[in-house]
């Protein structure tokens, strides 16, 4: 049973609520009955069976019974990968330091406005086509960052062999996943912002204490567009602007609904869908 409270901003849904990481996909699930715990469907006629055997039968299933399991440690991450084996973290590491160098830092913008521009992410890149069979083929890794300076995606491609950046894209209208540290400054933002009342009332009513940071919430984000004559007019940069809605979740308890606001997080404002 799931009870609805309906009041600030929408609805404090108490029960079990699922926090999907990443983009927001939020899913209604059926958890299984207890008679799925029963190989035999939940009557018992299996295990009368087997007792009906006496000692005999169980002192044949004991001999039967298989070792204890035994947990093998993960194996040692090398430095480099091989193949299209995926990036490890020296990997990672190095070719960031090699894409983020002083004059890509000096002239960028992260989401709070620092210097130094936003990591989406860092992945290994496709091969080549004249590479697809070759079992030799350089590794690359494609390291995609927003500006927030000039809402601009910017991807890099690093050849892990030689080192060397062998192209950038820049895209620009272009919105990909919000990253872990995007959805936290807007959490942040709408608890600091005169439209995050209801939100920090309903966190209130179903914890007892003040919402003060995003750290006490589970909140899953996804990307948000304008479409043409969207309202309120503060959104409608929204696609050229990042923004973002938040599915908040109160930490082992409640979502919170706030489907209906809107962070813009390149001009740092909230605002309320008409």
Not at 183 to 211: H, N, Q, S, V, Y
Request: charged share 25%.
């Amino acid at each position: 049973m799931r009870k609805i409270v309906r009041r600030h901003l929408g609805k404090v849904v108490a029960g079990t609520g699922i926090a999907v990481a990443g983009t927001a996909v939020m899913m209604a699930v059926t958890l299984p009955g207890s008679a799925g715990a029963d190989a035999s469907g939940g009557t018992g006629t299996a295990g009368n069976a087997a007792s009906a055997g006496g000692s005999a039968g169980q002192s044949a299933q004991q001999q039967a019974a298989p070792p204890p399991g035994v947990v093998e440690e993960v194996p040692a991450e090398g430095a480099k990968g091989e193949g299209r084996d995926p990036l490890t973290d020296g990997e990672m590491a190095r070719v960031e330091r090699i894409v983020l160098n002083r004059q890509v830092l000096n002239s960028s913008e992260n989401v709070e406005g620092e210097r130094g521009p936003q990591r989406i992410s860092v992945r290994l890149a496709d091969p080549e086509a004249a590479e697809v069979d070759d079992p030799d083929a350089p590794r690359r890794a494609d390291v995609s960052f927003y500006d927030y300076k000039d809402d601009t995606l910017v991807t890099r491609t690093v050849n892990l062999d030689t080192g060397k950046v062998e192209r950038t894209g820049t895209q620009r209208g272009v919105q990909p996943p919000l990253s872990r540290d995007e959805t936290a400054e807007a959490t942040r933002l709408l608890i600091a912002d005169p439209l995050g009342a209801g939100l920090k009332a309903d966190f209130k009513d179903a914890t007892g204490t003040e919402l003060t940071s995003p750290d006490q919430l589970l909140v899953t984000s996804m990307v948000y567009r304008a479409a043409p004559g969207a309202r309120p007019a503060a959104l409608a940069s929204c696609g050229d602007h990042r923004c973002v809605r938040l599915f908040p979740k109160v930490r082992n308890g409640a979502w919170i609904d706030a489907r209906s606001l809107v962070i813009d997080l390149s001009a740092r404002k909230v605002a309320e869908l008409g």
